[in-house]
């Protein structure tokens, strides 16, 4: 099932025996598990209600012999078991013997008095397995992969209206941009920003911009941006602000090779009709990091991109040698970008 059925039947007080959570999202995963435990188990009972185990230290048959353990001074139980990695299809180093057997057996008949979630960091399980098929067949697993961006948008409305602030489509974007897409960062974000405005204020570019903490990667990933847009005061404003901070131009120009690197890769894959989640499971990436890079390279064809990364290359080489000064060779490739 997917993420949204699955937590419509948690509200409506319908829960699954077991679920499986995948996918490298991990905020939607612990949401998922706080949405179970919140419908589920009364705050004073939690104490007694819920057990947590590492499959990597507890073997999955002692999991299943605590879930089949009546629960004690509570009704029902949450039974959460991480680093389950025996579905997918990477080699388990790890020294516990797991009787996957076991779990077969229980996912026939299990009991009721027990709710009990895997999670494993993995955006694909091996469906060859026969367990995995078998959990299939039964509807738990829960796939908690990253939002598209237009989810993104939708998440980010959603959490404004929750926080009861006003969240134009622009700072909506600009939001997004400046976390990455990641949730847990995003969540954080908008939780200090709502607390800035207070409940009813407005939320704007300008406040963004003053309260959002960037890494430098994501400030390269800006900076680029705005050279793509045309807008270089701002670029030339940002580059100084990481120079204040003391980032060594070496490392900006490593990112900047990095980012036009995937400019590249994403033009070449969206010719060959990959989509945004495709591309970012062949690259390692998050879907919004695509589609962004895919907006960025419209603005130079595939030789243009060879070059300029062959320009940050002999840079680098330079900056390294000696053979120029840091700061100006950075400054005129940025001018030249707008040529």
Known sequence: MDYKQALKQIDEGRFEPVYVCYG?????????????????????????????????????????????????????????????????????????????????????????YTVLIFMVQADKLDERKKIVKLLKEKNVLVPCLPLTAEELQQWVRREAKREDVTLTDRAAEQLVLYTGGHLQTLAAEMEKIALNVGRGGTVTEELIEALVVRSTEQNVFILIEQVVQLRLDKAFALLEELLKQREEPIKIVMLMARQFRIMLQVKELSKQSYSHQQIAGQLGLHPYAVKVAEGQARAYDTEKLSRIISQLSDLDFKMKSGGIDKVLGLELFLLGLAV
């Open 24 to 112: 490298s999202e991990s905020y939607l995963i612990r949401q998922f598990i706080r949405r179970i435990s919140d419908k589920m188990i009364e705050p004073e009972h939690r104490d007694f209600a819920v057990s947590k185990y590492d499959l990597t230290e507890t073997s999955v048959q002692n999991v299943i012999a605590d879930a089949e353990t009546l629960p004690f001074m509570v009704p029902r139980k949450l039974i959460t078991a991480g680093n389950a990695q025996f579905f997918t299809g990477s080699k388990d180093s790890g020294k516990v013997e797991h009787q996957l057997d076991r779990l077969t057996e229980y996912l026939q008949s299990p009991v009721d």
